[in-house]
Every structure is written in structure tokens, then in C-alpha cells.
Nanobody, 120 residues
Framework: VQLQAFGGGLVQAGGSLRLSCVGSGTIFTFNTMAWYRQAPGKQRELVATITSGGTTNYADSVKGRFDISRDARNTVSLQMNSLKVEDSAVYYC????????????????WGQGTQVTVSS
């Protein structure tokens, strides 16, 4: 199983970016897909999760600004609006065949990470 992340880049505060992640190498559907992020000197944190049924969950810091979606069977996207400097981080997609809140869970499969930099 492989996860390939796309998107990311440099944007000014208040702008938008869209990340996508495509899963391959399996005939099965992931139960939970998620986005995490890690800023320099900080621990990796959960940004958002989405189940195969479409149930979503967001970190308080991104609620109302970010939108996670399952665009295809094993594809997940993260639409990031009203970006803030503090959103700058390496963003990682994650996929699991089991149900998980994503909090404190290092299991599943991980993408390679994509850099998001928000300038002031």
C-alpha cells in the first residue's frame, strides 16, 4: 500500500491551498483517512479525519477553515482556507483499514509529507 500526497506550497496568510492524497496497492477501501501536520520543533498533530461513510472530525484549530473530503474510494483531500502563519507545517496523509479517532494513533499507512508554508 502506498499513499502519494500532492499540493502544498507557499501562500500568503488568508489564502487557500488544497492537498490531495491517493492511495494505491490495495483492493480494499480504507476505513479512516486523515491528515496530520508537524511543525518544526513540535509533535505531529491530527488535523482532520474522515471515514469511508463520510463522518468527519477536525482539530479545534482548523474548524471552520479546513474541509476534508473523500473524492474517490481511497483518495482524500484537504481544502485549507483562511490560512494562518501557524498552519505552516509538513502535512502527512494517513490511511487505516480500521476505525480510529486518529488521536495518538501512529498506525496505518503514511504518505511522504508535503510542505505548507504560510507567509505573513
Amino acid at each position: 500500500v502506498q499513499l502519494q500526497a500532492f499540493g502544498g506550497g507557499l501562500v500568503q496568510a488568508g489564502g487557500s491551498l488544497r492537498l490531495s492524497c491517493v492511495g494505491s496497492g490495495t483492493i480494499f477501501t480504507f476505513n479512516t483517512m486523515a491528515w496530520y501536520r508537524q511543525a518544526p520543533g513540535k509533535q505531529r498533530e491530527l488535523v482532520a479525519t474522515i471515514t469511508s461513510g463520510g463522518t468527519t472530525n477536525y482539530a479545534d484549530s482548523v474548524k471552520g477553515r479546513f474541509d476534508i473530503s473523500r473524492d474517490a474510494r481511497n483518495t482524500v483531500s484537504l481544502q485549507m482556507n483562511s490560512l494562518k502563519v501557524e498552519d505552516s507545517a509538513v502535512y502527512y496523509c494517513n490511511a487505516r483499514f480500521y476505525s480510529s479517532s486518529g488521536i495518538g494513533d501512529r498506525g496505518g499507512y503514511w504518505g511522504q509529507g508535503t510542505q505548507v508554508t504560510v507567509s505573513s
